[in-house]
């Protein structure tokens, strides 16, 4: 049940979320609370680094689609940052490959903002 969740400015267009460890049931209130956290204090555009990620289940990826719904009321986006090939294969299985713009660096997910500043 070990997770850490840090957040950064990356530039005037996005916040990076950094996650590290299992999203699971446990684990996943704590990630959802600081992405509302962001999106209370107004920032609509995250790109969020599940490159320390060694699990996510069905919750963790609810907590992923509710950002995304609420970001995207405020005409904001979410992308991922995942090279993990069975973090990646989880969303594959479950159709959000189609949902999530997924990257495999941080500066190709900023390139995702252009103009949105």
Do not use: W
């Amino acid at each position: 049940m070990d997770i850490k969740v840090n957040t950064r400015p990356l530039d005037s267009r996005a916040y990076a979320v950094e996650v590290q460890g299992e999203i699971d049931v446990y684990t996943s209130p704590r990630v959802k609370e600081t992405i509302n956290e962001l999106i209370d204090q107004g920032h609509f555009n995250m790109v969020i680094n599940l490159e320390g990620v060694r699990y996510i289940d069905s919750t963790g990826l609810g907590v992923l689609i509710g950002a995304l719904k609420k970001v995207r009321e405020k005409s904001g986006k979410i992308v991922l940052i995942c090279t993990n090939p069975q973090i990646r294969k989880i969303f594959n299985i479950t159709g959000l490959i189609k949902i999530f713009d997924i990257y495999k660096d941080e500066e190709e997910a900023l390139g995702s903002f252009v103009g949105a500043a």
